[in-house]
């Protein structure tokens, strides 16, 4: 996540291109929202354009500064922000930038790139959810910062709620009505901007729409509609895409030390998103996976009891979490896929389950395509219930029953135009 510039943005080429553009022009928008799909590298992006912002050989250097100097220091400054505001004598003229320094990304030597890389240049603030007590709030942001700084392949994952503190929007609000300490600008970075009390918005709000040329804001989220629209209207947006399959099962090939076999599932149940691969490395998919299919053979034997069995082992009774939950009906969909793939001869290199081509090739020879769409549309209406207020256990067994060839609720009141099974 940290040190990476613009030109090695994942799998978002236009996005680089009209990042980078944007840098080589010096003209920046009051604020920007990077939205799309969880996991696919808009933080990473927004930490990148920002040390392309802050760099010193390029838009960050004296050259390339706003002029700041109709905008006097407020009286109210502490003399050792307002000393930290100034430069050294000769400090523009080590911050010229190179000619031969590409003036679009961070150029990663000088003195502004190091800080930021780790997250410590002054003017750089990044706000992200965290969990937990509110008295151990400094602790948790410090802990999370030297595990982001520590692990490359650091990923943001939220088992509790978690938020956006409000103390630590008030501290940034404050610190916005002075001047940059070392840069020509101020660059904030708030990831999972939807993680906010309606008060922060309103604050930030003033901020956001007139920020003055020294402060550029960078909104994320994954979930755009969440995020009020007086905040959406006044950023420009970047839409950032899915990560290609094979891209992800490339990367954690070679980056995250995971082995094809297992880098083909983990992409595979990733959606198009990194993280998720990454944050699923630990948890042995090709177990889960077989687990997870096993669950269908009583329901295929047309024996209740034990699937009933097998689902409440499956879940600890009602204890196993949403997560793992939601894993084993994706391990089921893609197994369909593959189903489906098979059944119109696609080559081998295709297939998630390569492992046990031989039985995905055997049963795609009797499948077919509208009986596996209609498993996967059941599969789809488990996971809406296993989101909703539906008891886990009951959905899966309805669900499994219904993917084996059950017809649970044929004709009974009340009647619809079409049943639940004939989708």
Not at 124 to 141: C, N
Not at 240 to 245: D, G, H, I, S, T
Not at 333 to 351: I, P
Request: net charge positive; charged share 30%; glycine share 6%.
């Amino acid at each position: 996540m940290l040190g990476v510039t613009l030109s090695q943005l994942l799998g978002q080429d236009e996005v680089s291109a009209f990042l980078k553009g944007v840098v080589a022009g010096g003209r920046f928008a009051n604020a920007y929202l990077f939205h799309g799909p969880a996991g696919v590298g808009k933080c990473t992006a927004a930490l990148a354009f920002a040390r392309a912002m802050m760099c010193e050989r390029g838009a960050g250097g004296e050259s390339a500064s706003p002029d700041l100097s109709a905008a006097p220091e407020p009286a109210a400054a502490p003399p050792h922000k307002r000393a930290a505001g100034r430069r050294a004598p000769g400090a523009a003229a080590s911050a010229a930038p190179d000619a031969a320094t590409p003036r679009d990304e961070a150029c990663g030597a000088c003195a502004a790139c190091g800080k930021s890389a780790g997250l410590q240049h002054p003017d750089l603030r990044f706000l992200f959810p965290v969990s937990g007590e509110e008295k151990e709030l400094e602790t948790t942001v410090a802990e999370t910062l030297a595990a982001v700084r520590s692990d490359p392949l650091f990923v943001f994952t939220y088992e509790k709620a978690a938020s956006i503190r409000l103390s630590l929007t008030r501290e940034l609000l404050r610190e916005l009505a002075y001047k940059p300490f070392e840069a020509a600008r101020r660059v904030v970075v708030v990831r999972d901007a939807d993680r906010m009390r309606e008060d922060q918005y309103s604050a930030m709000l003033k901020s956001i729409e007139e920020p003055g040329a020294s402060t550029v804001w960078i909104l994320t989220t994954a979930r755009l509609q969440r995020l009020p629209a007086t905040i959406r209207s006044r950023c420009q947006r970047v839409r950032f895409a899915p990560l290609p399959e094979p891209l992800v099962r490339d990367f954690l090939t070679r980056r995250a030390d995971v082995s094809e076999r297992e880098a083909r599932v983990l992409a595979a149940l990733a959606g198009g998103s990194l993280a998720r691969a990454l944050a699923l490395r630990e948890a042995k998919p090709l177990e889960l996976r077989d687990q997870a299919l096993a669950l269908l053979e009583p329901a295929l034997r047309g024996d209740p009891v034990a699937l009933w069995k097998a689902i409440q082992g499956f879940t600890r009774f009602g204890r196993a979490g949403r997560e793992s939950l939601r894993l084993m009906v994706e391990f089921h969909e893609l197994w369909l896929r593959d189903l489906l793939r098979a059944r119109y001869d696609a080559s081998r290199e295709t297939l998630v389950h390569r492992d046990r081509e031989a039985e995905i090739r055997k049963l795609a020879a009797s499948a077919d395509a509208a009986e596996i769409r209609r498993r996967l549309l059941v599969l789809e209406e488990v996971l809406r219930a296993i989101e909703g207020n539906v008891t886990p256990e009951l959905a899966l067994f309805s669900g499994l029953s219904r993917v084996a060839g059950e017809r649970l609720g044929e004709g009974e009141w009340p009647r619809a135009a079409t049943a639940r099974w004939d989708y």
